[in-house]
């Protein structure tokens, strides 16, 4: 009797080695998820702000299985001629090969390059922070962050937890008091430390993965029903229901009754974070 | 002066150590989800993440050897986990040798024999530093390699000591590190006292080796009781709950 139960327990595991898309199928067709959520459940998202002393700003960021850390740290560097006052923001997004056996060392990887320019259209594009008020002298000197978005272990849908991630950091950020000396050197008062930058609005990213056959949409997808699907959809809102950036790859077999979804779902997640992060940020 | 005082008149460190005191170890194993082995240590403020892939197969097959695995170390630092954020490239000199020391201290140590044709890849990733990363790294990656279930000959237990105004001192932080004075790892194998590394890159008096080395090697140890417990520990939690 228990010999019988340790072989159908072994079983099912090498059932979901050498035929992985059949497995998830018959989930699927159970309205189940492999890992026990509902299609349209998000994993369990969780934030701690100011983990990394020696960054100005930081935030760790877990969904699910998913882990990310972004740390800011700031330079002083030179205005653009064109734009004297603003300062600038650049984000990178980092997959090594700690998180994932399915990364490899080396230079990043196109999917990493792909999510930190996504990041950055929107942080440019829907005017997400006032990048004057990281000036410290009109033409002078600006403050450059530089945002290092780190991913510790991987589990699939690394743009929610990014952009997540990036915003707490961002909330996190605190810069000591510069001026400029006549001699042009930049002198930073470290005891007196200012919150710069107030975020306009918060753009909180919502992914999601459509199977053909049979013909669902999955909120939130974990590292291996990414690989199983073909086709992902990102939405990024902010927390008034506008539209920021939506972004679908892949597949031709979406209809507008499953985006229409899509969106009322992503719509219902970022009022659900946006209480997150203000939770998180009052503590 | 306005050089920064490092000992106080009553002997006490900058940071309110004694000398031969050595900083808070946390460490826990199996952090990671993903990776078949892994373990985050922190020492005072330095953390450090590892994470074990492995034994599995040889990545690229000129490399295979067939009478043992091959060691594979990547060592990253987080552009925030330094005071001036550095881009660091992959390919930097200085992280590659740091990546070769560790992949070194590990080779003799690890049962490589058990796994021929065999890769087992060591990832590194410091995510805040504040002195003592090799140490921090060589601790992290021998706990990861136990969490993996690798069989080893011994623990690897790393400890730096140092030189202040002629007193030897356990443990530098970042301060003390980078205020010129000599700095001293050693990497022992607790349980027969062999030194797998000893590495120093500045000047020390030949004479004052001897008491600084001893220094290090009585942190190893105390290092050694504090992994060995948390080992311990996990090991008894996973016997408990296969019990019941």
Redesign the interface.
Known sequence: MTENQVASSFSFKIFERIKPDEYFRRFIEENVRPDGRALHTFRPTSIRQGA????NG?AMVRIG?T?V?C???A?VAEPRVDRPKDGFLVP?V?L??????NF????PSEQAQVNAEIINQVLINCDIVDLSELCIDEGKAVWSL?A?I?C????GNILDASFLALLCALKDLSLPTAEVLPSSIVQANSSMMIKPLKLRRLPISSTFCIFANPKVTLSDPT?SEENLSKETVSIILDTDGKILYVHKSGGAMCDAEMMKSCFSRANERAAELNELIERTSSQ | MSRLELLTVEGLRIDGRRPNELRKITAKTSVLAQADGSAYIEQGNTKCLAAVYGPQEVRHRMQILHDRAIINVEFNVAPFSTSERKKRSKNDKRSLEIASAIKQTFEPVVQTSQFPRSQIDIYLQVLQHDGGTLQACINAATMALIDAGIPMIDYVCASTAGCIEKQPVLDLNYLEESSDSPELTVAILPRTGKVNLMSMESRLHVDMLESVAALATQGCEQIHTILDSVVRQNTQLLKDSMLQ
């Open positions: 990394i002393t020696t960054a930081s299985g882990t850390v740390g800011i740290k330079e990178n980092e090594s090969p700690i998180c994932s056996a490899r060392p080396g230079p530089y290092d780190v510790i272990n991987y589990d590292d």
